[in-house]
């Protein structure tokens, strides 16, 4: 995103609003990568320092777990940090609780109680899995909290509850320090962040809905469609937004019905384009008013003005659509054509409306809520309701067997050698398999983890051996360890290397001997780092082994469990439109970041999820509209055809790629030829829109409607 984008159409004919969005454009200077991750480290380093000190003023026996929370709760923004240590806090307690039960009841059972310590880590990572949202954290970290204080107490149960106080008050020092620090030093803001992101989607919308009016049928246009539903940024950032220190922060339900907004934009101009492109394949091509039209409608799109000014002019592109519709609207009977003109011209004014209330949600999220709504966004923002997401249970319950195995195996082989640092492998294993759990490739995130982690270690010799001897106090400490700490956290900023970082520091960290006194045992560091690394190479392949599902399989689960909300909307299931489609763009979500950066895969299944969201909408419009017809023919014809779709996409595999079968093409015809010559233009012109919609959905390429099949 650059300036211009960010100043385009950010004024208002209002002087109190012109006032306050000036300033806000103002604030929004994109800073370079470079600078956020060398602040982000700056920031983080200190508060590392902040709480190893407080921790060793205060006496506590093991500090580094202080610096290990310090750099596991960092974000780059100040919301982000803030409601992690919320969740983190709240995990930690819920996992000391579970600890203090846990461990008592099975004071002389080490086995029992290893394994009882890794069950709980394998229900936590499948609640958290099912939840799929940040608040998900709260269930991560009860599971190896519950790991690092009860692990230590195998052998030495009678302490669990001392441990498990220190515990809490040594991660809660790294909770507080880390929050105080990003919250109050230059802080990034949630809000700000949150607002370059939707001014960047809206650009992006309005600029995909501007193209598809060139009724182009462009492949770029649907791939940038495509990547605009399936990112989930925004939803990610807003449910932060309850911890941020902005000024002035969004409302949520604003936030949401802008996310609908959106999702119900990408398929809509999709279908507009569409039916541009059909129209002028047809003998007699686009009327010239209709022409003319949507050239008012393309300038309305490049239009930087805003504010009663563009509310205007939409108002009378919405009513020309609808007097050109009534010029031949009028008909007695009409033909494909006219079904593909009032299409056209209905989704049309609903492109424009839709955009009109998008802009009104943008100018005021953007401006804290300053200026107000109109009617139409008031109202979708009085119905804004919580996200619907895909819950994969299988999944789910995989990658929790798998983080449990790992430590049962890690445990059995601690237990049976009596290995000295068999408790930290233990933890260390609970932590990574936590950490990685909602991963798309957890296996491979865990392989990334372990080869930072070797770092991490190999840089931890150096400085427990030669730099450490050295240092006679807590500013020199400081001062020998900022190069790598500083290198480490500048990379954890940066998401492809995030999760190496994380490794290196957490073996660094873990291993060079952070306590109150210098401590130098090799024997102990090579036991301790020999096995740690071990542990985390055991895991990985115990991982992988209850993930390799492959990548096929597991984009047709995604796919088939759309298409069976396809086949529900189609029966008169899924009432609530506005959840279906998140829960169906949560799916393009996941497939998108299962697919990499590219968003091609070849796995992939040879399926549009547009295209099928789009299906779904008219499919759950139709049995709505047939639900208020009396008895009789029509009816009858779209029951046919729902009932037709229904079976299909409950039979359809997505390895397999089959099309919609040549009956329900036959249905929707039948349809269409009852409706086509219903005397009631109202009745008419609904069942005509819907039905010509649901053909060009399914069947883009079948020839031109010419009446019912024999």
């Known amino acids: 995103m650059n300036a211009e984008i960010l100043n385009k159409g950010t004024t208002h004919p209002d002087p109190g609003i012109r006032s306050y969005r000036v300033r806000w454009v103002g604030q929004v200077r994109m800073t370079s990568p470079d600078a956020e991750a060398a602040l982000f480290s700056l920031k983080s380093f200190a508060a590392a320092a902040i709480a190893y000190y407080t921790a060793l003023r205060i006496g506590f026996s093991q500090p580094v777990w202080a610096i290990t929370t310090v750099f596991i709760v960092s974000q780059p923004l100040a919301g982000q940090v803030l409601s992690k240590a919320f969740f983190r806090m709240l995990g930690t307690v819920l996992g000391a ?39 998900s954290y709260v269930f991560l970290l009860a599971g190896y909290t519950a790991g690092i204080i009860g692990f230590p107490s195998v052998l030495t149960p009678g302490d669990i509850f001392n441990t498990a106080v220190l515990r809490v008050q040594e991660i809660g020092i790294g909770i507080i320090t880390a929050a105080l620090v990003h919250g109050a030093i230059f802080p990034r803001t949630v809000t700000k962040r949150l607002q370059q992101q939707i001014v960047a989607t809206v650009s992006g919308i309005e600029q995909a809905s501007r193209r598809a009016l060139a009724g182009s049928r462009d492949a770029t246009l649907d791939a940038e469609r495509r990547r605009l539903a399936s990112s989930n940024i925004i939803e990610q950032l807003a449910y932060h937004l309850a911890f941020d220190t902005a000024r002035l922060v969004p409302q949520t339900r604003a936030i949401r019905a802008l996310q609908d907004q959106v999702s119900w934009l990408l398929p809509l101009s999709g279908s507009v384009e569409d039916r541009i492109a059909e129209c002028r394949a047809q003998a007699g091509g686009l009327p010239s008013e209709v022409a003319a039209l949507i050239r008012r409608v393309e300038s309305w799109f490049a239009e930087s003005i805003s504010g009663p000014a563009r509310d205007q002019t939409a108002q009378e592109l919405v009513a020309e659509a609808e007097r050109i519709e009534e010029t031949f609207g009028a008909q007695v009977r009409w033909g494909w054509r006219d079904a593909l003109l009032a299409s056209l011209l209905a989704r049309l004014a609903e492109l424009v409306l839709a955009h009109r209330v998008l802009r009104d949600l943008q100018d005021n999220i953007l401006s804290g809520g300053v200026r107000g709504l109109s009617l139409e966004a008031a109202r979708l923002v009085g119905s804004a309701c919580g996200r619907s997401l895909h819950r994969d249970h299988e999944l789910a319950m995989r990658s929790a067997l798998g983080a449990a195995v790992s430590i049962c195996a890690v445990c059995a082989f601690w237990i049976a050698t009596a290995w000295p640092s068999g408790a930290g492998a233990a933890l260390l294993v609970g932590i990574a398999c936590a950490l990685f759990a909602s991963s798309p490739q957890p296996g491979a995130g ?19 051996f030669v730099v450490f001897p050295r240092v006679t106090d807590f500013v020199m400490l400081a001062g020998v360890i900022a190069p790598f700490l500083l290198l480490a956290g500048s990379l954890l900023a940066r998401p492809s290397l995030a999760q190496s970082a994380l490794g290196a520091l957490l073996g660094f960290i873990n291993t060079v001997g952070f306590a109150s006194t210098y401590q130098s045992s090799f024997q102990n560091f090579i036991n301790g780092a020999i096995g740690a690394i071990a542990a985390l190479g055991a895991g990985v392949i115990i991982v992988d082994m209850f993930q390799a599902i492959g990548a096929e399989p597991a984009f047709a689960r995604l796919f088939r469990a759309g298409f069976r909300d396809i086949a529900e909307r189609a029966v008169g299931g899924a009432h609530d439109t506005r959840r279906w489609i998140n829960r169906m763009l949560d799916r393009m979500a996941l497939i998108a970041t299962r697919s990499g950066p590219s968003g091609a895969h070849p796995a992939l299944p040879p399926y549009d999820a547009l295209v099928g969201l789009r299906v779904g909408y008219l499919a759950g419009e139709l049995r709505g509209f047939s639900s208020s017809l009396s008895e009789g023919g029509e009816r009858d014809a779209i029951d046919e055809v729902l009932k037709g779709l229904s079976a299909h996409y409950r039979s359809i595999e997505p390895a397999r790629g089959a099309p919609v079968g040549e009956a329900v093409l036959h249905a929707i015809d039948r349809a269409m030829a009852a409706f086509l010559v219903d005397s009631r233009p109202e009745r008419r012109r609904r069942g005509a829109i819907l039905l010509t919609g649901l053909r060009r959905s399914l069947f883009p390429s079948a020839e031109a409607f010419t009446g019912a099949p024999a």
Not at 107 to 128: I, K, Q, R
Not at 446 to 464: E, K, N, P, T
Request: net charge positive; hydrophobic share 60%.
């Open 446 to 464: 865990i392989r990334r983890f372990y080869a930072g982690f070797a770092i991490g270690v190999a840089v931890a010799a150096l400085y427990g």
């Open 97 to 135: 609780s579970a600890a203090v039960i846990l461990v008592p009841a099975f004071v002389n059972e080490p086995v029992a109680l290893s394994f009882v310590l890794a069950l709980w880590l394998g229900l936590c990572v499948y609640v958290s899995l099912v939840d799929h949202t940040p608040r």
